[in-house]
């Protein structure tokens, strides 16, 4: 079979090689050229920033590939290599004959270069699209040590997460929030591993950041490419793929002590080995690590209880079957253990300061598996692509229920109690694309989709009594969903830099949900639920753009994202009739953007102002006795401005800047459904949110290079509830994070000092932990300090 492989992937190579493309390349730097290049010859371009930020080049006519890339980087500081007809590697350029050979010393991690994103289901260059659109690079990652997504948010403009703890933690953008609990509603985020989605309405599985090309994100809903789920925009990890020529290999360790607390280690390591070289070829990913508690739990007895244990890894395969034909394959799973939440009590006692007082530890898990299968076929008019993928999600949390049971049971014997409550996700979907070719005036997407979800939820509380055991609340939930899709978009050039795009998704889903509770007599005994109903509609887009000689980018965007409805099951009693479902809710973003390029590509920036209209907004919120609802709280509009400016100095200096400022007021309000005064503005998302990253670096003589790394980012006060009527609503402090790095690296190790939290802040990033003693009584709130100060080692080496 393999030697079946190798001889399809000869023939029509030498055809290929002899094709003759259009170029129209106006005068840029050498690496957005060869960006252009990469796209409108429709061929990967890997290792632009071998030539550097500077450079001037252009190129109009007709050429073969080969003779493009020998014209374009005529005088370049790099050099090209052509993999094979769908792939061009760019190195830098080898030193003259008579000049020592002398290691390279590693090239600081840009933060202004062009990238190109596939986030939009095809190959566009970051600054040409039309969209708050950023990326973070595979150095970048590297330079910051982000290793989850919740390291990653300061240098995104508008992307927040709560903090409720390792893999529990809800993405948000914009200011786009329905509340900072997750429940039955569809995530207002859509997280992508390469095509596969993570989630429906789980938390972010808080995948560790290891190997991976980049981090894309697409701010603003994305309905029409993306369906449901996408309200916010999409958060996209892009993995980097099997090298088909040559053996990579690299691994890191790290070891670090949280001050009052345990200590962290980290390991994590990968290898990619070409099988048959320019054909086929695997990469394999592992990692394990231990973040140490810090908190002490003075009921319990125990210190540093909040432990969190992580281990995964991946495996990819890529098969080149001929230069029109490739398949990606990916399997990937994660187990995350943490032994108990990260929360506090406030008030219990002013002369103690913060602390727990449970009386049961509050374990949580997070499991997660997927693989997935890509095909894609290039052809003159352009190319199609087909995935399926498969993702198992398990995750489940235990909580000490005891103070609220004897308000819930009237009976104040009953006063020990745990809640545990589970999640087994199961989703398969399907996504076939069809993208034409960008030499002609008229670009199109043509795409088809179905998914199927299926989801069981099993809860139970238990409390406990002198010598026995009993089940006070028992309930099993199943639900089914079924999406269906058409969508499309096109792009017309209309010539002197304008061009519109239309877009827009026809959609089906259909929502089936069963339940089955056990109460006690007291509460009206066991009772069933069997519902179904379908949701259909269609989401638009539209855009109008124009771009400039010199690089720069103006642009209008209107789009809008979309989730269905569903059901209520849960209670102690029936559900009101009013509460037992919960309707679709939408959002129509107005947009303006613009994309400035200055100082010979040295400075970037990004900006946007944007109006959303958000009706019935979808919400889960808990009731007294503990227990989740989903209900529509009502419309809102939000108005906000977004920007991200990037600058390379010329001693070696890199510095980026991020921010947002919205502004949210909710109006019509479902005061009957909710029974309380809903307050004006969305939860769990501040009025103003900004970050900072600089990276300076230096060479040490001719094998070494100093590294230094500062990244600091800020969050503003915000409430966790649409209720207004509680005076001791909690809130979130301001609160600054900050980490500080120093590296010394040569060619192949890297040996990094780093420091976060280095002023030992301990603001509340998330006044929440326990959805049964949430309420603020007696004067005790919850809090989620900062991890304190934590200083750490690390080693790397890349081959």
Same mark, same amino acid.
């Given at each position: 079979?393999?030697?079946?492989?190798?001889?399809?992937?000869?023939?029509?190579?030498?055809?290929?090689?002899?094709?003759?493309?259009?170029?129209?390349?106006?005068?840029?730097?050498?690496?957005?050229?060869?960006?252009?290049?990469?796209?409108?010859?429709?061929?990967?371009?890997?290792?632009?920033?071998?030539?550097?930020?500077?450079?001037?080049?252009?190129?109009?006519?007709?050429?073969?590939?080969?003779?493009?890339?020998?014209?374009?980087?005529?005088?370049?500081?790099?050099?090209?290599?052509?993999?094979?007809?769908?792939?061009?590697?760019?190195?830098?350029?080898?030193?003259?004959?008579?000049?020592?050979?002398?290691?390279?010393?590693?090239?600081?991690?840009?933060?202004?270069?062009?990238?190109?994103?596939?986030?939009?289901?095809?190959?566009?260059?970051?600054?040409?699209?039309?969209?708050?659109?950023?990326?973070?690079?595979?150095?970048?990652?590297?330079?910051?040590?982000?290793?989850?997504?919740?390291?990653?948010?300061?240098?995104?403009?508008?992307?927040? #997460?709560?903090?409720?703890?390792?893999?529990?933690?809800?993405?948000?953008?914009?200011?786009?929030?329905?509340?900072?609990?997750?429940?039955?509603?569809?995530? #207002?985020?859509?997280?992508?591993?390469?095509?596969?989605?993570?989630?429906?309405?789980?938390?972010?599985?808080?995948?560790?950041?290891?190997?991976?090309?980049?981090?894309?994100?697409?701010?603003?809903?994305?309905?029409?490419?993306?369906?449901?789920?996408?309200?916010?925009?999409?958060?996209?990890?892009?993995?980097?793929?099997?090298?088909?020529?040559?053996?990579?290999?690299?691994?890191?360790?790290?070891?670090?002590?949280?001050?009052?607390?345990?200590? %962290?280690?980290?390991?994590?390591?990968?290898?990619?080995?070409?099988?048959?070289?320019?054909?086929?070829?695997?990469?394999?990913?592992?990692?394990?690590?231990?973040?140490?508690?810090?908190?002490?739990?003075?009921?319990?007895?125990?210190?540093?209880?909040?432990?969190?244990?992580?281990?995964?890894?991946?495996?990819?395969?890529?098969?080149?079957?001929?230069?029109?034909?490739?398949?990606?394959?990916?399997?990937?799973?994660?187990?995350?253990?943490?032994?108990?939440?990260?929360?506090?009590?406030?008030?219990?006692?002013?002369?103690?300061?913060?602390?727990?007082?449970?009386?049961?530890?509050?374990?949580?898990?997070?499991?997660?598996?997927?693989?997935? $299968?890509?095909?894609?076929?290039?052809?003159?008019?352009?190319?199609?692509?087909?995935?399926?993928?498969?993702?198992?999600?398990?995750? %489940?949390?235990? @909580?000490?229920?005891?103070?609220?049971?004897?308000?819930?049971?009237?009976?104040? #014997? $009953?006063?020990?109690?745990?809640?545990?409550?589970?999640?087994?996700?199961?989703?398969?979907?399907?996504?076939?694309?069809?993208?034409?070719?960008?030499?002609?005036?008229?670009?199109?997407?043509?795409?088809?989709?179905?998914?199927?979800?299926?989801?069981?939820?099993?809860?139970?509380?238990?409390?406990?009594?002198?010598?026995?055991?009993?089940?006070?609340?028992?309930?099993?939930?199943?639900?089914?969903?079924?999406?269906?899709?058409?969508?499309?978009?096109?792009?017309?050039?209309?010539?002197?830099?304008?061009?519109?795009?239309?877009?827009?998704?026809?959609?089906?889903?259909?929502?089936?949900?069963?339940?089955?509770?056990?109460?006690?007599?007291?509460?009206?005994?066991?009772?069933?639920?069997?519902?179904?109903?379908?949701?259909?509609? @269609?989401?638009?887009?539209?855009?109008?753009?124009?771009?400039?000689?010199?690089?720069?980018?103006?642009?209008?965007?209107?789009?809008?994202?979309?989730?269905?409805?569903?059901?209520?099951?849960?209670?102690?009693?029936?559900?009101?009739?009013?509460?037992?479902?919960?309707?679709?809710?939408?959002?129509?973003?107005?947009?303006?953007?613009?994309?400035?390029?200055?100082?010979?590509?040295?400075?970037?920036?990004?900006?946007?102002?944007?109006?959303?209209?958000?009706?019935?907004?979808?919400?889960?919120?808990?009731?007294?006795?503990?227990?989740?609802?989903?209900?529509?709280?009502?419309?809102?509009?939000?108005?906000?401005?977004?920007?991200?400016?990037?600058?390379?100095?010329?001693?070696?200096?890199?510095?980026?800047?991020?921010?947002?400022?919205?502004?949210?007021?909710?109006?019509?309000?479902?005061?009957?459904?909710?029974?309380?005064?809903?307050?004006?503005?969305?939860?769990?998302?501040?009025?103003?949110?900004?970050?900072?990253?600089?990276?300076?670096?230096?060479?040490?003589?001719?094998?070494?290079?100093?590294?230094?790394?500062?990244?600091?980012?800020?969050?503003?006060?915000?409430?966790?509830?649409?209720?207004?009527?509680?005076?001791?609503?909690?809130?979130?402090?301001?609160?600054?994070?900050?980490?500080?790095?120093?590296?010394?690296?040569?060619?192949?190790?890297?040996?990094?000092?780093?420091?976060?939290?280095?002023?030992?802040?301990?603001?509340?990033?998330?006044?929440?932990?326990?959805?049964?003693?949430?309420?603020?009584?007696?004067?005790?709130?919850?809090?989620?300090?900062?991890?304190?100060?934590?200083?750490?080692?690390?080693?790397?080496?890349?081959?």
């Amino acid at each position: 079979m393999l030697g079946g492989v190798a001889l399809a992937c000869v023939a029509g190579r030498a055809e290929a090689a002899d094709a003759r493309h259009r170029f129209s390349i106006p005068p840029r730097s050498y690496a957005d050229a060869l960006i252009d290049l990469g796209l409108q010859a429709n061929v990967s371009v890997l290792g632009t920033s071998a030539c550097g930020p500077g450079g001037r080049a252009a190129l109009t006519g007709r050429y073969t590939l080969e003779q493009a890339l020998g014209r374009l980087l005529a005088g370049a500081p790099c050099r090209y290599r052509i993999v094979d007809a769908r792939t061009v590697r760019i190195l830098a350029a080898e030193p003259a004959a008579p000049a020592p050979v002398r290691s390279e010393p590693p090239r600081p991690p840009s933060l202004v270069a062009e990238v190109v994103v596939t986030a939009t289901k095809r190959p566009v260059a970051l600054d040409r699209l039309p969209a708050g659109v950023s990326a973070i690079s595979r150095e970048q990652i590297n330079a910051t040590r982000a290793i989850d997504v919740g390291q990653t948010v300061g240098q995104l403009a508008g992307v927040l #997460t709560t903090n409720l703890g390792p893999g529990r933690d809800k993405l948000l953008i914009r200011g786009l929030s329905d509340g900072a609990f997750t429940g039955r509603t569809r995530s #207002t985020v859509g997280t992508y591993l390469d095509d596969a989605p993570l989630n429906y309405n789980a938390p972010d599985p808080d995948l560790r950041l290891v190997d991976i090309d980049r981090i894309e994100v697409v701010r603003g809903p994305q309905g029409a490419l993306y369906g449901s789920g996408s309200v916010a925009g999409i958060y996209r990890i892009v993995t980097t793929k099997p090298d088909l020529q040559d053996v990579e290999y690299g691994a890191s360790a790290s070891l670090s002590h949280t001050e009052g607390g345990d200590e %962290s280690h980290e390991f994590d390591g990968y290898i990619s080995l070409p099988l048959i070289k320019d054909h086929l070829a695997i990469r394999l990913v592992a990692y394990e690590d231990v973040q140490g508690g810090y908190l002490d739990d003075v009921n319990l007895r125990v210190a540093n209880v909040d432990q969190t244990h992580r281990d995964g890894g991946r495996l990819s395969v890529r098969v080149r079957f001929n230069d029109s034909w490739r398949l990606d394959a990916l399997a990937a799973t994660q187990h995350l253990r943490s032994n108990d939440s990260q929360y506090v009590l406030i008030g219990m006692d002013p002369s103690t300061g913060p602390r727990r007082a449970n009386r049961i530890r509050e374990a949580h898990n997070n499991d997660f598996s997927y693989g997935g $299968v890509t095909l894609h076929g290039e052809f003159d008019w352009g190319s199609v692509t087909s995935s399926v993928n498969y993702v198992h999600h398990v995750f %489940s949390s235990q @909580f000490d229920a005891s103070r609220g049971l004897p308000d819930i049971f009237q009976d104040d #014997t $009953v006063d020990l109690g745990a809640y545990v409550e589970s999640t087994r996700s199961n989703m398969l979907v399907q996504d076939l694309v069809l993208r034409s070719s960008t030499r002609g005036s008229l670009d199109w997407l043509l795409g088809v989709y179905a998914a199927r979800t299926v989801q069981r939820n099993p809860s139970t509380l238990d409390i406990f009594l002198p010598g026995s055991v009993s089940t006070a609340y028992r309930e099993f939930r199943k639900d089914r969903l079924t999406e269906y899709a058409v969508y499309g978009e096109g792009s017309y050039d209309f010539g002197g830099g304008w061009s519109v795009t239309l877009g827009g998704r026809f959609f089906q889903t259909r929502v089936h949900t069963t339940a089955d509770i056990d109460v006690g007599d007291q509460f009206g005994g066991p009772r069933s639920f069997d519902d179904a109903r379908t949701f259909d509609g @269609f989401s638009p887009k539209i855009s109008v753009q124009r771009e400039f000689a010199n690089g720069d980018l103006v642009y209008a965007l209107i789009s809008e994202g979309y989730r269905p409805g569903g059901f209520n099951s849960s209670g102690f009693f029936a559900i009101r009739a009013n509460r037992t479902t919960f309707a679709p809710d939408r959002l129509r973003n107005y947009e303006i953007g613009v994309k400035l390029r200055r100082l010979d590509d040295r400075l970037r920036l990004r900006a946007a102002a944007y109006y959303n209209d958000w009706v019935n907004i979808q919400t889960d919120q808990y009731r007294q006795s503990g227990l989740s609802f989903t209900g529509n709280v009502g419309d809102a509009r939000i108005l906000g401005l977004e920007a991200e400016l990037g600058y390379e100095l010329p001693f070696g200096l890199s510095v980026q800047l991020n921010g947002l400022v919205s502004d949210a007021e909710v109006r019509n309000p479902n005061i009957p459904e909710f029974a309380l005064a809903v307050s004006g503005e969305l939860p769990g998302v501040p009025n103003v949110s900004g970050g900072v990253l600089a990276v300076y670096q230096r060479p040490l003589g001719e094998r070494f290079t100093l590294r230094l790394v500062g990244e600091a980012s800020y969050v503003g006060t915000t409430s966790l509830s649409f209720d207004s009527t509680n005076p001791t609503q909690p809130r979130t402090d301001n609160y600054l994070r900050a980490k500080l790095a120093a590296e010394i690296a040569s060619e192949h190790w890297r040996l990094t000092a780093f420091v976060s939290n280095p002023f030992d802040a301990d603001g509340d990033t998330f006044a929440y932990g326990n959805p049964f003693s949430f309420t603020n009584v007696d004067g005790i709130r919850q809090a989620t300090p900062q991890r304190p100060r934590t200083i750490g080692l690390r080693l790397a080496a890349t081959f």
